[in-house]
């Protein structure tokens, strides 16, 4: 006990001395510190730098309208999914017209080489803008930039990076956090424009808690259904552009190639089979045409089963609940498989009308007319509601020869060549079954 009472008088004191040692470190702190300069609004230079573009249309679209300089940016996605290749490739382009140095602290040069080879883009690529180095040492990176001044400066991956005599572990969040910092503090200080990779853990977060997502002006994911070879761009957070744009790709050979007609490319793959309903979504400023694909199957198990993927599980069921309330059928004996075709995933309510739609097409074995869209939300009491910006969603439809719109009976459209199919509520969808 009185061990006790010795040591917390010890640590008390200790405490007292550190604070008289901080309050005095304050002060010598303060003395020595310059003043802050402050100006006023007028004075602020507003003219906004010219933004660095690749000419690589899908890329400069998502990050804004191509690279602010100065700004630091992270590209971060599952492994193998395509991060250096694209930062190859946008390194590549950029150095036409700028100073490039690309660090790759993960790959051997020779590695980094083996995949420029792949890269037809690459071809005929002497450049002397465009310089690499296998250095992963983080102050031996920056004093580099700091004497050299690229224009454009990726490291390939900040995990790989390591700081010499630092307090922090090479590869724990102190030491990604401290090296975010760096690069943020040479970003801003050299106006340099700095693009980092960073892996993604399990959970989908860029490995270190979040770390570098708060600390960057820009994080933007690479992400892909691997059958499928595409690859989406999506700015989840973007100081200088809109979010949730999509930039397309598809990986091939010869490495990524653009797919600017994503929507070409996702038609092509649906089709006018039972069980399929198309419906359009926006993603960012763009209107995607989606396939939904359900299955429904007398259940033989007493809980019927229900596998969703890239639409939120409770929708369905809830969609499939309001088809049984009121168009009185029993889709809660059968099991129900849905999906979304392309491995996108649709969030909001808009594709509720085609969720119920491919449920009951799946359900009486009948395909919806051909080359129809279903654009509606569905309440709990089976009303089928409008929705909002039709018009974006409804021109793209047309463009990709979509000639029937099935819709809610008050919904409005300004203008369309297609045939348009109104509905009340859910009990009137039977009347494209035959019902
Ligand atoms: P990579 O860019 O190394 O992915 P990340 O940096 O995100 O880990 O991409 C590796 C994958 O891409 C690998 O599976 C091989 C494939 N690939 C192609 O299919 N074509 C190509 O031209 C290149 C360079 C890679
Ligand atoms: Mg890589």
Redesign the pocket.
């Known amino acids: 006990m009185a061990f006790d009472t010795d040591d917390r008088v010890a640590s008390a004191t200790m405490q007292i001395i550190e604070n008289v040692i901080d309050a005095h470190s304050t002060t010598k702190m303060y003395a020595h510190t310059q003043t802050a300069q402050l100006i006023s609004l007028d004075s602020i230079d507003t003219q906004p730098l010219p933004r660095i573009l690749s000419g690589i249309s899908e890329w400069d679209r998502v990050v804004g309208g191509g690279l602010v300089p100065g700004s630091l940016i992270v590209i971060t996605?599952?492994?193998?999914?395509?991060?250096?290749?694209?930062l190859l490739q946008v390194a590549h382009e950029i150095a036409k017209t700028k100073r490039v140095f690309y660090f790759s602290t993960e790959e051997s040069l020779q590695q980094l080489k083996g995949?420029a080879i792949?890269?037809s883009t690459l071809k005929n690529a002497p450049s002397d803008n465009l310089l690499f180095s296998d250095s992963a040492e983080l102050t031996s990176i920056i004093t580099t930039a700091k004497n050299e001044k690229p224009d454009l400066l990726v490291i390939?991956s900040i995990q790989n990076c390591y700081i010499n005599n630092a307090n922090t572990l090479p590869g724990s969040v102190g030491q990604l956090r401290e090296a975010a910092f760096q690069l943020m503090r040479l970003s801003k200080e050299y106006n340099i424009t700095i693009i980092i990779?960073g892996h993604i853990t399990k959970e989908g977060i860029i490995a270190g808690p979040k770390t570098l997502e708060h600390m960057v002006d820009a994080v933007f994911y690479?992400q892909g259904e691997d059958r499928w070879q595409t690859r989406m761009l999506r700015a989840v957070k973007n100081r200088f552009g809109a979010i949730n744009e999509l930039g397309f790709f598809c990986?091939?050979?010869?490495?990524l190639q653009e797919v600017p007609n994503i929507n070409a490319h996702l038609i092509s793959e649906i089709s006018h089979a039972p069980g399929s309903a198309i419906v359009s979504i926006m993603e960012g400023s763009r209107p995607i045409l989606l396939e939904l694909q359900a299955l429904t199957n007398a259940s033989k198990l007493t809980m019927p089963q229900r596998v969703v993927s890239g639409l939120d599980h409770k929708q369905v069921v809830l969609i499939a609940a309001i088809l049984e309330k009121y168009v009185k059928i029993k889709l809660s004996m059968q099991d129900i498989f849905f999906k979304v075709s392309g491995g996108f995933k649709i969030k909001g309510s808009e594709s509720d009308l085609g969720t119920a739609f491919a449920l009951l097409s799946s359900y009486f074995q009948e395909p919806l007319p051909e080359k129809s869209i279903a654009l509606g939300e569905i309440s709990l009491t089976g009303q089928i509601k409008p929705i909002n910006n039709i018009g974006h969603l409804i021109k793209e439809a047309e463009k990709f020869g979509i000639t029937t719109l099935l819709v809610a009976k008050n919904q409005t459209i300004e203008k369309t060549s297609c045939t348009i199919k109104r509905f009340h509520n859910v009990y009137e969808l039977l009347s494209l079954f035959g019902q």
């Open positions: 996605g599952d492994p193998g999914i395509g991060k250096s290749t694209l995949r792949r890269l390939d990779t690479l990986m091939e050979q010869n490495g």
